[in-house]
């Protein structure tokens, strides 16, 4: 089982830059893919980025140019810089892993962190 601790969400104007901070434990050592999504009042929670094991990111079409995933292994931390933040970015942003089980993927999750973004 892998615990999850996400952080760094608050309020920011428009054009603005947050880092958000997700903080791994427990069985880390069988995640495969970390990641953020985020859920908007009323909306589906949707992926924002991903980061593999092997480092390959991916990312929500909306958000490339503007938001970087990283992770410092040494801290079992991943990162989500975001930058140039939108008022549609607004929305509770969750840390995710996906544990492969041999048969499915496990998710864990964080608490989420409220990003909110003035105009």
């Known amino acids: 089982q892998v615990q999850l601790v996400d952080s760094g969400g608050g309020l920011v104007q428009a054009g603005g830059s947050l880092r958000l901070s997700c903080a791994a434990s427990?069985?880390?050592?069988?995640?495969?893919?970390m990641g953020w999504y985020r859920q908007a009042p009323g909306k589906e929670r949707e992926l924002v980025a991903t980061?593999?094991?092997?480092?390959?990111?991916n990312y929500l079409d909306s958000v490339k140019g503007r938001f970087t995933i990283s992770r410092d292994n040494a801290k079992n931390t991943v990162y989500l810089q975001m930058n140039s933040l939108k008022s549609e970015d607004a929305a509770v942003y969750y840390c995710?892993?996906?544990?492969?089980?041999?048969?499915?993927?496990?998710?864990?999750w964080g608490q989420g962190t409220q990003v909110t973004v003035s105009s």
């Open positions: 995710n892993a996906k544990t492969w089980t041999g048969a499915l993927y496990l998710d864990s």
């Open positions: 427990g069985s880390i050592f069988s995640v495969n893919v």
């Open positions: 980061i593999r094991s092997g480092g390959s990111t």
